[in-house]
C-alpha cells in the first residue's frame, strides 16, 4: 500500500509523525517519572483524579468533527477557509460547554474546594483547542512536518514548565500538595503554545486565519454529520477516563480517600506509558487516512486493499510492541519510577494486552468515516462505555485497579468485535479485519 500512489508524501509524513511522537514520547516519560517521584503516588492519583473527571468531558471541545473536518477537506479542497473557521467556531462552543459541564459536575458531586479548583483550571485549558483544525488541515495535505514541528514546542513548553515545578520542590520552595494546582496550569501553557505554534506555522505555509470564515450552512453541515461522532466521542472518552473516577469513588468507601488516590496514581502511571507508546498507531493511522479516502473513490477494490493492509499494519505493531513490553513492565516501572510505584508495573503488563484492541480499533475507525456509518459507531460505542461502567462496579470491589483492566478489555472485546456480528454491513469488514490479523505478515502492493 505504502508503496503506491502518494507514497512519497505518506512516507515523509510518516517519519517526521514519527520524529515528533519519539521526541514527545521521550520528553512525557522523562518529565512523568519526575513529576510523579516528587508528588507520590497519593498526589498525584489526585492531580490524574482530576484530569480522568474533565477527561468525561473531553468530547465536547472536539464536537466529533475532528474526522470529518479531515476527509472534507481532501475532498473539497477549494472550501479550506470555510472548513477550518467553522469547525474552530464549533470548537470554541465546545469548549465552553465543556467548562461549564466539567465544573458543574464537580460541583454536584461535592468534591472538595481544591479538586474542583483542578478541574476548573484543567478544563479551561481546553478554550484553546479551537485552532487545533490546523492540523486537520495539514494532514488532509499530508503536510505532517508543519504540524510536527508545532506539537514539539509544546511538549518542550509544557515539560519546561513542570520541570520548573519539580526544581521547586526539590529545593523547599513548593511542597508537592502546594504544586497540585500549579501542575493543573500547566494544561493552560502549553494549550496556548500549541495554539501560537500552529498560527505560526499555518501562515508560514501560506495561510491566513484571518480568512477563516464560519457560516451557517457549513455549520449545519457539519453538526449534521458530526453529531453521532460526537456521541461516540463522548462514549470513547468515558470508556477511556471513568476508570480513574470509579476507582477513586468506589475504593474511598472501604479504604479512605488517600489509599483511593494512590490506587489511581498506581493506575495512572501504568495507563500513561500505554498511551504514550500507543504513537505507531496513531502515527499509522493518521498518515494513512487520506490515502484510503482516495482509494475509495478509485475503486472498491483498492479500497477495500488498502484497508486490509492497515489492518496488518494495526496487528504488526502491537506484537512488535505488545508482547516485549509485557515481560519487561514489572522492572521497567520500578527502573524508572521507583518501588514506590511496583504495583504499575503489573498493571502496565496487563495493559499491553489492551493494545491489541485499541490498535485494531483506531484502524476500524477509517473504514467508519469514510461510510459514514456514524451512527452505528454511536450504537458500539455506548454499549462499550456502559459494559465498562457495569463492569467496572462488579470488578474494582473485588480487584480494585486490576478489576479496571479487565472491565476495559470485556468493553473493548463488545464494540470492536462482538456486535459486528449481528451487523450485516460491518461482517465483510469484520472480515477483512480478521484476515488482517491472521495474515499480517503478507503486505503486496496496492496499484
Same mark, same amino acid.
Not at 143 to 157: G, W, Y
Given at each position: 500500500? &505504502?508503496?503506491?500512489?502518494?507514497?512519497?508524501?505518506?512516507?515523509?509524513?510518516?517519519?517526521?509523525?514519527?520524529?515528533?511522537?519519539? *521526541?514527545?514520547?521521550?520528553? !512525557?516519560?522523562?518529565?512523568?517519572?519526575?513529576?510523579?517521584?516528587?508528588?507520590?503516588?497519593? &498526589?498525584?492519583?489526585?492531580?490524574?483524579?482530576?484530569?480522568?473527571?474533565?477527561? *468525561?468531558?473531553?468530547?465536547?471541545?472536539?464536537?466529533?468533527?475532528?474526522?470529518?473536518?479531515?476527509?472534507?477537506?481532501?475532498?473539497? #479542497?477549494?472550501?479550506?477557509?470555510?472548513?477550518?473557521?467553522?469547525?474552530?467556531?464549533?470548537?470554541?462552543?465546545?469548549?465552553?460547554?465543556?467548562?461549564?459541564?466539567?465544573?458543574?459536575?464537580?460541583i454536584l458531586k461535592d468534591m472538595d474546594?481544591?479538586?474542583?479548583?483542578?478541574?476548573?483550571?484543567?478544563?479551561?485549558?481546553?478554550? +484553546?483547542?479551537?485552532?487545533?483544525?490546523?492540523?486537520?488541515?495539514?494532514?488532509?495535505?499530508?503536510?505532517?512536518?508543519?504540524?510536527?514541528?508545532?506539537?514539539?514546542?509544546?511538549?518542550?513548553?509544557?515539560?519546561?514548565?513542570?520541570?520548573?515545578?519539580?526544581?521547586?520542590?526539590?529545593?523547599?520552595?513548593?511542597?508537592?500538595?502546594?504544586?497540585?494546582?500549579?501542575?493543573?496550569? !500547566?494544561?493552560?501553557?502549553?494549550?496556548?503554545? *500549541?495554539?501560537?505554534?500552529?498560527?505560526?506555522?499555518?501562515?508560514?505555509?501560506?495561510?491566513?486565519?484571518?480568512?477563516?470564515?464560519?457560516?451557517?450552512?457549513?455549520?449545519?453541515?457539519?453538526?449534521?454529520?458530526?453529531? /453521532?461522532?460526537?456521541?461516540?466521542?463522548?462514549?470513547?472518552?468515558?470508556?477511556?477516563?471513568?476508570? %480513574?473516577?470509579?476507582?477513586?469513588?468506589?475504593?474511598? %468507601?472501604?479504604?479512605?480517600?488517600?489509599?483511593?488516590?494512590?490506587?489511581?496514581?498506581?493506575?495512572?502511571?501504568?495507563?500513561?506509558?500505554?498511551?504514550?507508546?500507543?504513537? #505507531?498507531?496513531?502515527?499509522?493511522? @493518521?498518515? *494513512?487516512?487520506?490515502?484510503i479516502t482516495k482509494a475509495r473513490e478509485?475503486?472498491?477494490?483498492?479500497? @477495500?486493499?488498502?484497508?486490509?493492509?492497515?489492518?496488518?499494519?494495526?496487528?504488526?505493531?502491537?506484537?512488535?510492541?505488545?508482547? /516485549?513490553?509485557?515481560?519487561?513492565?514489572? #522492572?521497567? &516501572?520500578?527502573?524508572?519510577?521507583?518501588?514506590?510505584?511496583? #504495583?504499575?508495573?503489573? =498493571? =502496565?503488563?496487563?495493559?499491553?494486552?489492551?493494545?491489541?484492541?485499541?490498535?485494531?480499533?483506531?484502524?476500524?475507525?477509517?473504514?467508519?468515516?469514510?461510510?459514514?456509518?456514524?451512527?452505528?459507531?454511536?450504537?458500539?460505542?455506548?454499549?462499550?462505555?456502559?459494559?465498562?461502567?457495569?463492569?467496572?462496579?462488579?470488578?474494582?470491589?473485588?480487584?480494585?485497579?486490576?478489576?479496571?483492566?479487565?472491565?476495559?478489555?470485556?468493553?473493548?472485546?463488545?464494540?470492536?468485535?462482538?456486535?459486528?456480528?449481528?451487523? /450485516?454491513?460491518?461482517?465483510?469488514? +469484520?472480515?477483512?479485519?480478521?484476515?488482517?490479523?491472521?495474515?499480517?505478515?503478507?503486505?503486496?502492493?496496492?496499484?
Open positions: 500500500m &505504502i508503496r503506491s500512489e502518494g507514497s512519497r508524501n505518506i512516507i515523509t509524513g510518516l517519519s517526521w509523525l514519527f520524529v515528533e511522537r519519539v *521526541l514527545r514520547l521521550g520528553v !512525557v516519560l522523562v518529565t512523568g517519572i519526575y513529576v510523579a517521584r516528587y508528588l507520590g503516588d497519593t &498526589i498525584f492519583g489526585h492531580l490524574n483524579y482530576a484530569t480522568g473527571f474533565v477527561g *468525561l468531558f473531553f468530547a465536547l471541545g472536539s464536537a466529533g468533527i475532528d474526522d470529518i473536518l479531515v476527509r472534507d477537506l481532501v475532498k473539497h #479542497p477549494e472550501k479550506r477557509n470555510e472548513l477550518l473557521g467553522t469547525g474552530a467556531m464549533i470548537k470554541l462552543f465546545g469548549a465552553i460547554l465543556m467548562v461549564i459541564c466539567a465544573t458543574l459536575g464537580a474546594g481544591l479538586t474542583v479548583a483542578l478541574i476548573v483550571v484543567i478544563s479551561s485549558a481546553e478554550l +484553546l483547542r479551537p485552532f487545533t483544525v490546523i492540523d486537520h488541515w495539514f494532514m488532509a495535505e499530508m503536510k505532517a512536518r508543519r504540524s510536527a514541528i508545532a506539537q514539539i514546542v509544546q511538549a518542550v513548553a509544557s515539560s519546561s514548565a513542570k520541570f520548573a515545578l519539580v526544581g521547586a520542590m526539590h529545593f523547599g520552595y513548593l511542597t508537592p500538595q502546594g504544586a497540585l494546582i500549579w501542575f493543573a496550569w !500547566v494544561y493552560v501553557i502549553e494549550n496556548t503554545v *500549541l495554539a501560537a505554534a500552529y498560527l505560526i506555522v499555518f501562515a508560514r505555509a501560506g495561510g491566513n486565519w484571518r480568512e477563516w470564515r464560519s457560516t451557517g450552512p457549513m455549520v449545519r453541515y457539519l453538526l449534521r454529520e458530526s453529531w /453521532p461522532m460526537l456521541i461516540y466521542g463522548m462514549a470513547l472518552y468515558i470508556q477511556a477516563r471513568i476508570d %480513574q473516577v470509579m476507582i477513586k469513588d468506589i475504593l474511598t %468507601q472501604s479504604k479512605g480517600e488517600d489509599a483511593a488516590f494512590a490506587e489511581v496514581g498506581q493506575y495512572s502511571v501504568a495507563l500513561r506509558m500505554i498511551e504514550a507508546l500507543s504513537f #505507531p498507531t496513531v502515527i499509522l493511522v @493518521k498518515s *494513512l487516512a487520506p490515502a478509485r475503486s472498491q477494490a483498492l479500497y @477495500k486493499d488498502r484497508l486490509l493492509n492497515q489492518y496488518r499494519l494495526m496487528f504488526l505493531t502491537f506484537l512488535a510492541m505488545g508482547i /516485549p513490553l509485557y515481560l519487561i513492565a514489572e #522492572p521497567l &516501572i520500578t527502573f524508572f519510577f521507583g518501588e514506590e510505584f511496583r #504495583p504499575a508495573g503489573f =498493571l =502496565l503488563a496487563l495493559f499491553s494486552i489492551r493494545l491489541f484492541f485499541t490498535n485494531m480499533g483506531m484502524g476500524k475507525g477509517s473504514f467508519i468515516v469514510n461510510e459514514s456509518l456514524f451512527k452505528y459507531s454511536l450504537l458500539t460505542a455506548v454499549v462499550g462505555a456502559t459494559t465498562n461502567i457495569a463492569v467496572n462496579w462488579l470488578m474494582i470491589p473485588l480487584y480494585a485497579s486490576k478489576g479496571a483492566i479487565i472491565a476495559t478489555m470485556i468493553s473493548f472485546t463488545m464494540h470492536i468485535f462482538v456486535i459486528d456480528l449481528f451487523v /450485516p454491513r460491518m461482517r465483510e469488514n +469484520l472480515g477483512l479485519m480478521m484476515k488482517g490479523i491472521f495474515t499480517f505478515w503478507r503486505f503486496h502492493r496496492a496499484t
